[in-house]
C-alpha cells in the first residue's frame, strides 16, 4: 500500500504519489483495489516494469561509472579507489555506521518486492484463493518481516546483498 511505501522508500507521500502516476501511466506498475477493503489501492510491478527494473539494475552501475570515471585511465581508477578505501579506513566507527546506513530507495523497493515474493511463494501463490485469515496472517508477518529488516527508514541493508550493485 501506498502509505508503507511511502514510509519504507523515506518519501513524502506526495512525492510517491507524484512517481506511482508516472509509472502507472508508462505501464510499469498496475494499482488495483483490495478485496477485502476497497479504500486500499494494492501496488503490482507488471512485467513490463520488472523488465525495466532488471535493464536499469544491470546497466545502472556500468554505464554511472563508465561516464563518470571516463577521464581516469585503469591505473587512476584503481588509486582512487584506494585512496577513499584509506579515507573511509579513518573515519571514526560512529560515522562508518552511519555512512553504511544510506540505501538507494529503489534497492529498497526491490528487497520489498523480494520480500513480498517470498512471502506470496510461502502462502501458495494465489491471493484471490487465500481466506481472509491467511490474507491477514501473510500481512501480520509481512509486516513483522519489514519491520526487522535493517534497511527501514534512514537505515542501510547491512547483511544484505547489494541489490542492483556490483561487489
Not at 508503507?4 to 512525492?15: I, N
Not at 535493464?55 to 545502472?60: E, H, I, M
Request: hydrophobic content about 35%; aromatic content about 8%; proline content about 4%.
Amino acid at each position: 500500500v501506498q502509505n508503507y511505501l511511502a514510509e519504507v522508500l523515506d518519501l513524502r507521500p506526495s512525492s510517491l504519489a507524484e512517481l506511482l502516476k508516472k509509472m502507472e501511466n508508462s505501464g510499469d506498475i498496475e494499482r488495483k483495489e483490495d478485496e477485502a477493503d476497497k479504500r486500499i489501492k494494492r501496488i503490482y510491478l507488471t512485467d513490463a516494469g520488472r523488465s525495466t527494473a532488471e535493464k536499469l539494475s544491470t546497466n545502472k552501475e556500468e554505464a554511472s561509472s563508465e561516464i563518470f570515471f571516463a577521464g581516469l585511465t585503469e591505473e587512476s581508477q584503481q588509486l582512487f579507489s584506494d585512496y577513499l578505501q584509506k579515507i573511509a579506513a579513518g573515519w571514526e566507527t560512529d560515522f562508518q555506521q552511519q555512512a553504511e546506513r544510506f540505501v538507494d530507495p529503489m534497492d529498497r523497493l526491490q528487497a520489498m518486492q523480494h520480500l513480498r515474493e517470498s512471502m506470496m511463494d510461502h502462502w501458495g501463490g494465489d491471493w484471490q484463493s487465500m481466506s481472509n485469515e491467511e490474507r491477514r496472517q501473510m500481512k501480520k508477518e509481512m509486516k513483522d518481516a519489514m519491520r526487522q529488516m535493517p534497511f527501514r527508514g534512514h537505515h542501510g541493508m547491512p547483511g544484505f546483498p547489494p541489490f542492483g550493485r556490483g561487489g
